[in-house]
């Protein structure tokens, strides 16, 4: 039977040698390579489970009559677009499921980029020929939290529409051409014109959603060409590629992520809530609600706007930087436009243009970890500062005092940090001390016909000197 | 059957019945988590059984590759080559490319166009309102409100009569103080009616509403009244016209001007202090 | 083999049980009034029963717990002690029962906000310190009856005057200077009392915004959200994308890593 159905590919398409060289592709597989492998199939669901809704959502703002199941709502006006969504959580059969796995995939989504892009920053593997792969990433990343917002925000409850809100302000904030911008995307003063909610569906349905697709295209194609990288050790050299092949070992496991990712999703989906817009009721420009925040990803971006004093500097009547300026575009801004130069500012500051294909363990390169970590650092930090509200509420710290101490220890903590990790990683590297394992050590034989241990092992320093990459030691 | 694969079959047949329960669930309405768990627990069972079989049942190998060369100069002297072949006998290479490059940047540039039928030009609708002296002030229901109802320690909702609730300029908040208690700017002196003052309800940060309000029961052990955003906290001053004492907006909060009518209730006595809502390059120059 | 058969052996049975616990446990079948709570359509307000003529026994007892416990800050006449605590003549009964059934009065130090605690005081001594206080004039105990309500009326009206502070379920939240609570102890007839006199700093509303009715919504509003309908699942405390967040990576985020670590191979050497 399999003899058939290659015969059936090879007669119309010749393509047996490539499928042949395809099936017999090498995979590293260390369990860190397989983070990017989760994004990528929480974006399936995505799709999946959004095809779903796009069948049943009505993207329209104009106002009917709500008649269904949740009683606090009934004979409430309210939009189309609310309406459906409640009619999808509590009328659709199944509908609640796909609604809230949808959300979950994304939530896990963008969680696993992030975990995907430390793993591609500690390990040096944005380095050429993969940088600009990386770029491809990066822009993934920012496509995604635009989709994501924008996923949420189609619902017109209060939750979401509070934090619509907030970006038509960040919007108007731009030097300039705020305004103009803003009246573009909104179609009017916010809440905008009639079909803003139409807008912002096809951008989240169709172009997004393209364009990360065909983003991801170019992104697997750019692994595939240069194959994967891999860590030092078990015979891997800058030349080879050593791993699992494609079939029959690697396919099975990487299928089974697929399951088990979108298994995961599911259970989820049906187990635990997300997004309940039935309990926030629908948004109305005079309404709102405490603890309002938005999703997980965004919450960086509250964190700042809440800690950032209330400079709103003016020339000649000008406002140059209108107030949720920095919190909404600066932070964002600089924390990507640093991770867009970074391997720009690597190659310089390290000297190093060579290509690699040899992974970095985090320690081999102390510094590039240290400032990895304090960006880390400082991303946490002001997403803590986002939740300050819920730190006064269960700890009793009060809200003002918190946020001096978040203005304070989102420049003074990363700097500690830094100094900390890099004296690690140095420390580790010069030792090559593993938690779980002995330190190797080296036998050697004495003139005299016995064994001595020396007690030094190749050192890991100079290991990663010979076997390219030099970056220089700080 | 050697034990792995034993377990993979089990691990197989156990989705099975997940993936039944979820179609008999499905058919008989059952609840959310029911078809989460059904459905959820079929396909971890099949990743399970996958990735076993992957481990453990399907011959477990390591290959080396050799990796395909990049950079390789010979080539691509050749495609340097083979490119520059389109330009042999042209006579004014540099005068063509140029033309070809203005033509493109023209084209392109006049495709950008048509993006600004997204939205009509902001000139004054940023930060405008539908207030204008003599608007009467209605409740959300279109009742008219009087400053009685307007009591010291309370906040009411307020919307101009006749005009769009929706939009972005419409609803201010009415609050009274005491006559001690009030200390507008000269220049406002008379925009109370009675203690009440009025206020645009949309926070000048980021445009959220101002719905928190702060009202001491005993001022000598609690702070002061205030306007407060949800949002980020950016908390106003209602005493001293709506000016901001602590978060992160940029300007006060707009006030509106309220008289009393010859019925004795609530109009507006002209326009908001300023722009309503967040901050944007030219709100500035509006100022009156 | 024997242990990877013992795991998955135990995680087919785990499933099964968890899959028939969840069966029989949760069916909703097409439910069309949830959330309503008990079905009566809301009937007209009654007006605040006059409260029954004061007990001189019981208001003198009241006096004389109110001197023992309230007055070193309150004053002796209860006129209030400057910089201190207010007069709580006037204040009403509403005033004095929110405040000692709630527990947050005897307030430890005069500057703290007043904060949701074990009554200090059984129910007799309240209501006697509560006859005291009603006796020197203020409104007195409303009678709310949540049945007598619409919960839509209760759900918007809830939304309009008090989400702002307290959170649209009610899960309390923060105000600059000060929290509001959570309302999932609040008994109807507390939230009636907070509503019309403003504890510390929260404000007032009296009838002219909220009426009898909408009051008698309001808690019915309340009621509901000590148990909101959680249709998707655990509500991982009704507040929204926080602890949703955190859901997605230390739980979800967190399995897949591990099943990451049982398919590929660790060190890096």
């Known amino acids: ?474 | 059957m050697r034990v792995p694969e034993r377990i993979v079959l089990a691990l197989l047949l156990a989705a099975t019945a997940a993936a039944a329960t979820f179609a008999v669930a499905y058919a008989l309405e059952w609840s959310t988590q029911v078809l989460g768990l059904a459905l959820g627990g079929a396909l971890v069972a099949i990743a399970a059984a996958l990735i076993l079989a992957g481990k453990r049942v399907a011959p477990g190998e390591e290959v080396t590759e050799q990796r395909p060369k990049l950079a390789d100069p010979a080539e691509e002297r050749q495609l340097e080559l083979d490119i520059e072949r389109a330009g042999e006998g042209v006579s004014r290479r540099g005068v063509l490319l140029g033309g070809a490059a203005a033509a493109g940047t023209a084209l392109g540039g006049a495709l950008v166009f048509p993006v600004a039928s997204l939205g009509p030009k902001p000139g004054d609708r940023i930060g405008s309102s539908p207030w204008r002296r003599g608007t009467r002030v209605v409740g959300e229901s279109g009742g008219r409100i009087a400053p009685d109802d307007v009591k010291v320690g309370t906040f009411v909702t307020g919307f101009p009569d006749g005009a769009d609730q929706r939009e972005l300029g419409s609803p201010v908040v009415l609050v009274r103080l005491r006559p001690d208690d009030l200390e507008l700017p000269s220049d406002r002196s008379d925009w109370d009616a009675e203690g009440v003052v009025a206020f645009s309800k949309i926070c000048t940060h980021a445009g959220c509403t101002i719905n928190l309000y702060r009202y001491p029961l005993f001022p000598a052990q609690s702070p002061g009244p205030a306007l407060v955003c949800p949002c980020h906290y950016s908390t106003f001053d209602p005493a001293t016209g709506g000016n901001r004492i602590f978060g992160p907006a940029g300007r006060a909060l707009p006030q509106l001007p309220l008289a009393l009518d010859d019925e004795g209730l609530l109009v507006a006595a002209g326009e908001f202090s300023g722009p309503i809502g967040p901050s944007w390059w030219g709100v500035r120059k509006r100022d009156s | ?269």
């Open chain 3, 1 to 269: 083999m024997r242990r990877a058969r013992r795991w998955a052996l135990g995680g087919a049975a785990a499933l099964c049980g968890a899959l028939a616990v969840v069966t029989f446990a949760s069916q909703s079948s097409g439910q069309i009034n949830l959330g309503g709570g008990p079905s009566q359509p809301g009937g007209p307000a009654q007006e605040a029963q006059r409260p029954p003529a004061p007990d001189p026994e019981q208001v003198e007892r009241g006096r004389q717990l109110f001197l023992e416990g309230c007055s070193s800050c309150h004053g002796l006449d209860a006129r209030g002690i400057e910089d201190t605590a207010p007069s709580l003549r006037g204040a009403g009964a509403a005033a004095a029962d929110f405040y000692l059934s709630t527990g947050r009065m005897p307030l430890d130090k005069p500057g703290d906000e007043p904060i949701r605690a074990d009554p200090r005081y059984p129910q007799d001594q309240i209501d006697a310190i509560v006859a005291y206080v009603g006796s020197l004039g203020g409104p007195p105990i409303p009678d709310v009856r949540p049945e007598r309500g619409d919960i839509n009326e209760g759900f918007e009206a809830f939304t309009e005057h008090c989400a702002g502070c307290h959170q649209a379920v009610a899960k309390g939240g923060v105000v600059t200077g000060a929290f509001a609570p959570d309302l999932g102890e609040a008994t109807p007839t507390q939230v009636g009392e907070a509503v019309r006199i403003g504890p510390y700093i929260m404000p007032l509303f009296g009838r002219e915004q909220i009426d009898n009715h909408t009051l008698d919504s309001i808690a019915r509003y309340v009621e509901l959200t000590k148990d909101p309908v959680d249709e998707g699942g655990w509500g991982i405390g009704n507040i929204g994308p926080v602890p949703e967040g955190m859901i997605a990576w230390l739980l979800a985020l967190a399995a897949l890593l591990l099943v990451a670590r049982l398919i590929g191979v660790r060190g890096t050497e």
């Open chain 1, 1 to 474: 039977m399999i003899r058939s159905a290659i015969r059936f590919v090879d007669e119309r398409t010749g393509s047996a040698p490539l499928i042949r060289k395809v099936l017999r592709y090498a995979f590293p597989d260390h369990w860190t390579f397989l983070f990017g492998e989760i994004a990528l199939y929480s974006f399936m669901v995505l799709v999946g489970t959004g095809v779903f809704l796009t069948l049943f959502f009505e993207p329209s703002l104009a106002r009917t009559t709500y008649e269904g199941a949740y009683a606090p709502l009934q004979g409430v006006e309210v939009s189309l677009a609310y309406d459906s969504a409640l009619r999808l959580s509590f009328d659709v059969n199944a509908g609640l499921l796909m609604r809230q796995t949808h959300h979950w995939a994304a939530l896990v989504f963008i969680a696993a980029i992030a975990v995907h892009l430390m793993r591609i920053f500690f390990t040096g593997a944005f380095r050429k020929p993969r940088d600009i792969n990386y770029y491809v990433g990066l822009t993934m990343l920012v496509l995604a939290l635009v989709e994501g917002f924008a996923g949420y925000s189609l619902l017109d409850d209060l939750l979401s529409g509070m934090g619509l809100a907030i970006a038509y302000a960040t919007t108007l904030s731009i030097p300039v051409i705020g305004g103009d911008v803003a009246f573009l995307i909104w179609g009017d003063q916010f809440p905008g014109a009639d079909d803003f909610i139409s807008r912002l569906f096809i951008a989240h349905v169709l172009i997004l959603p393209v364009i990360i697709g065909g983003l991801i295209a170019v992104h697997l194609l750019m692994i595939a060409l240069p194959h994967h990288t891999q860590f030092r050790g078990g015979g891997a050299t800058e030349r080879n590629v050593v791993g699992t092949p494609m079939w029959p070992g690697y396919a099975l496991r990487s299928v089974g992520l697929l399951f088990a990712t979108a298994g995961a999703l599911f259970l989820l989906g049906g187990l635990i809530q997300v997004n309940p817009i039935w309990q926030w009721g629908q948004y109305e420009i005079y309404d709102g609600t405490n603890g309002a925040q938005p999703d997980w990803y965004m919450g960086w971006l509250i964190g700042a706007l809440r800690i950032m004093p209330p400079i709103e500097p003016s020339v000649f009547g000008y406002t140059i930087f209108p107030n949720p300026f920095f919190g909404g575009l600066l932070v964002p801004g600089v924390v990507f436009t640093f991770l867009y130069m970074w391997p720009t500012i690597e190659r310089r500051l390290a000297r190093d243009r060579e290509i690699h294909h040899l992974l970095d363990r985090p320690r081999d390169n102390p510094w590039r970890t240290a400032i990895g970590a304090a960006l880390f650092t400082f991303i946490t930090l002001i997403f803590l500062a986002g939740s300050a509200d819920r730190i006064f509420v269960s700890f009793g710290i009060d809200y003002e005092t918190q946020v001096w101490i978040f203005r304070v220890a989102v420049f003074a903590l990363p700097a500690i940090v830094y100094l900390l990790t890099k004296r690690i990683c140095e420390e580790l590297r010069d030792t090559d001390w593993h938690p779980l394992r002995e330190p190797p050590v080296m036998i050697a034989r004495t003139p005299s016909g016995g064994f001595e241990g020396d007690g030094s092992a190749e050192r890991p320093r100079d290991r990663a000197a010979a076997g390219g990459g030099r970056s220089r030691r700080r």
